[in-house]
């Protein structure tokens, strides 16, 4: 089997000895004599996992006791739903911070609920979402909350520190970053994240909600409900057994891995790898600022979208895979999250090398 390095944004490289550890017990979890896909979920085997799951969680990021865990489905873009239904109730007005695509979806999303309405409070738009917006934060815009996207997947920038805006709760995106760098989950008032970037396979979104928010949300069918679903300890209804099986090994992983300051180093060092590369390079750059820059998602160009395309092919000839921008910006995207290895990043820097000598 070819040594694949998959640099996709997501679903993204899961850790080899999770996928090892699944292989070796997908006929029968446990000693059950069935699989982890075929167990109900209301067994105690089941019960454990997500039990263990959670704790492993709390612990990774240190999650408060007044916050609860939920295990959802429906994706982050489901929560672009939620959470306005759950929180913006009393306003009925959300701050927005605009820094591109799946904070404009996140917009339009709220947009849809009667009732409800928006405010940009910062945009990136003037640099062409390559910079975060400088965000005031004596800010004291009269909404419900403020939503913020973390990780800008697509175009490859990152809030180092939650802004701090006064008075004022923060719900943010984190799904392209969450356990890769360190953030106070205290600075939220709700964060979440589809699994399927750097926790496992897609079907499973996170949610850690404040316990506070979720008593004060209005009555709603129950499937979009934080109350209700915390309730149910996210088993209101079938949950996704598999997706949350394979993420709590995922935080097992973490755990052993010396957790998430060691994986942010390590994403640290790699992202740096790169951007060092790409600020050299007299072909490939970086069209990101570099304040802004993300660990995790990595955009880059040559300035020809023909080129763009050949040295994506190379890549492809040399097992780096899933390495084509999104389709929105085009270029490169190298995803380097938890599970990537860094000899995938020095390999595509030794294969850009080789290209940028042949296009001189
Ligand atoms: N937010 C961000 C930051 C994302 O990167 C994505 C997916 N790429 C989404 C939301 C949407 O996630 P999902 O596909 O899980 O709905």
Redesign the pocket.
Known sequence: MANVYNFS??PAVMPREVLEQVQKELLSYKNSGMSVMEISHRSSLFADIQKDAESNLRALMNIPDEYDVLFLQG???LQFTMAPLNLAINKRKIGFVDTGH?SQRAIEEAQLIDGISVNKIASGEDSNYTKLPKIDDSLQENVDYIHV?L???IEGTAFRTVPNIKGQSIVG?M??NILGQRYNVRDFGMIYA?A?KNIGPAGL?VVIIRHDLVEKAPELPAMLSYKKLVAKHSTLNTPPVFAIYCAGLVFEWLLTQGGVDAMEKRNREKAQLLYDYLDASTLFQSPVDVESRSLTNIPFVTGNAELDNQFIELANANNLVGLKGHRLVGGMRASLYNAFPMEGVKKLITVMEKFELEHK
Do not use: E, K, L, V
Request: hydrophobic letters at 20%.
């Open positions: 944004a997501g994706g982050a873009t799946w996207t990780n800008n997947t995106d799904s392209s589809g399927q979104t």
